[in-house]
């Protein structure tokens, strides 16, 4: 089950993060975020949580901020979920098209986005800090479905 979540989870998203992350971000970072109204998190759950996805949508865009699934819930369908469920809250908030940054090395997440409907539309170089060296971030964007009426 996918619900909104909201900064009152703060400290479960920043779990599920550190779960999911070498590099995690804090409760106060994951707060700070969802201070700003253009925000929202999405969590998954079967009886635990398993992943979440924390995202923004304005001025008729939105990007994927991060996507979190815990190792033990991985390609079960998770992050596929979190991240349709992330496109339709978009769409729902005017957004038409929706981007992400992701590391060039993470190739599951790549293939994951690439599988979704994203195209790679950039590369910003040097972008993460990696144990052996920086990564350059492969930017993907994809519009977003108009429902037919």
């Known amino acids: 089950m996918i619900e909104a979540s909201g900064a009152g989870a703060r400290d479960v998203l920043a779990d599920l993060h550190r779960r999911a992350f070498d590099r995690p971000w804090t409760a106060t970072d994951i707060a700070k975020l969802l201070d700003n109204n253009?925000?929202?998190a999405l969590i998954s759950r079967s009886e635990e949580p398993q992943g979440f996805?924390?995202?923004?949508?304005?001025?008729?865009?939105?990007?994927l901020l991060?996507?979190?699934?815990?190792?033990?819930?991985?390609?079960k369908g998770v992050g596929a979920s979190l991240v349709t469920a992330a496109g339709v809250t978009a769409l729902v908030r005017g957004a038409?098209?929706?981007?992400?940054?992701?590391?060039?090395?993470?190739?599951?997440?790549?293939?994951?986005?690439?599988?979704?409907?994203y195209e790679e539309a950039g590369r910003r170089h040097a972008y993460y800090?990696?144990?052996?060296?920086?990564?350059?971030?492969i930017v993907m964007r994809r519009t977003l479905p108009r429902p037919v009426v």
């Not at 992400?100 to 997440?109: F, I, Q």
């Not at 990696?130 to 990564?135: A, N, P, R």
């Open 38 to 40: 253009a925000v929202f």
């Open 53 to 63: 996805v924390l995202a923004w949508a304005a001025a008729g865009d939105s990007e």
């Open 66 to 75: 991060t996507v979190a699934v815990v190792p033990e819930a991985r390609r």
């Open 96 to 117: 038409a098209s929706m981007h992400l940054e992701v590391a060039e090395d993470n190739e599951p997440a790549r293939a994951l986005y690439r599988k979704l409907g």
């Open 129 to 137: 800090a990696g144990e052996g060296g920086s990564v350059d971030a």
